[in-house]
């Protein structure tokens, strides 16, 4: 998912909210697939005085097997996408802030290297 951005980028106090659903069921872990349901990413991009400001969560139950007993269980995995976007970077090097192609920020992107 692609949002965009154009209407908050220069108006303080502006938000946009975000919900949807990433299919990671295809990534393989250690010769298992254990993202078997969607992936739910929801949040807002604020700006907070003309910094842009993404604060959500992405959530999915996991489909694991014990190492130790071999036995199939499903767990609850919750992680938090909090991150600073900026339209152009003055490091190059830094990895604590997402960068907008344009007015657009991809959600996709962001919400998989967050998950995995």
């Excluded at 005085?49 to 959530?59: D, K, M, S």
């Excluded at 097997?65 to 970077?89: H, I």
């Amino acid at each position: 998912m692609r949002l965009d951005l154009k209407d908050i980028i220069h108006v303080p106090g502006a938000s946009k909210d975000f919900q949807f659903q990433l299919d990671l069921s295809q990534l393989e872990f250690y010769g298992r697939k254990p993202i078997t349901r969607p992936v739910l990413a929801e949040g807002c991009v604020t700006n907070h005085a003309g910094a842009l400001v993404l604060e959500g969560t992405a959530r999915s139950e996991l489909d694991l097997v014990c190492d130790r007993c071999g036995k199939p269980f499903t767990r609850e995995k919750v992680v938090e996408l909090n991150s600073l976007v900026a339209q152009e970077l003055e490091d190059e090097e830094s990895d604590d802030i997402l960068l907008l192609e344009g007015p657009e920020l991809d959600l996709d992107q962001v919400a998989t290297e967050a998950f995995v």
